[in-house]
């Protein structure tokens, strides 16, 4: 008996430990679209940055529309002066959202015409294996002038 429940347990944990690389795997693959895509749109490669949204944000907003408003708001932003990364977090479930494989990464972030500006983005992985922007937000107060 006392073999058998140390065997479960050894299993149990050895699932753990693969789940968890895993997990630490998905994040820093999305962390790395996510991190292209922020540069994109900081160096106004909108085009560029279009092409890794999924799919779902794709088919609500044409190309030019959707450039047009993210010129707007870096545009209202300003210059980007830094960004820390403060949370990566992995999620199987986003409210209002299929299930799927999920990476949010909240950053703190400078902008030269925003104060206590926050950024989030949501990733998720295609059925290709391949990680998309599904969402990003933010907050900030404006400078003021």
């Known amino acids: 008996m006392k073999k058998l429940i140390i065997m479960l ?12 690389k895993y997990t630490d795997q998905y994040i820093k693959d999305a962390s790395i679209v996510a991190e292209s895509w922020l540069s994109n749109i900081n160096n106004n490669q909108y ?4 092409k890794m949204l999924s799919n779902e944000v794709k088919v609500r907003y044409k190309q030019k529309t959707w450039i047009n408003l993210i010129n707007e708001l870096m545009l209202e932003f300003g210059e980007l002066e830094s960004r820390k990364t403060t949370e990566k977090k992995f999620q199987s479930e986003v409210e209002g959202m299929e299930d799927g494989f999920y990476v949010l990464i909240e950053y703190t972030s400078s902008y030269t015409n925003t104060i206590d500006h926050n950024e989030h983005i949501l990733l998720k992985q295609n059925d290709k294996i391949k990680w998309e922007i599904v969402d990003y937000n933010y907050e900030f107060k404006n400078k003021e002038k």
């Open 47 to 50: 085009d560029n940055a279009f």
């Open 9 to 20: 347990i050894s299993i149990i944990s050895i699932y753990s430990a693969s789940a968890q």
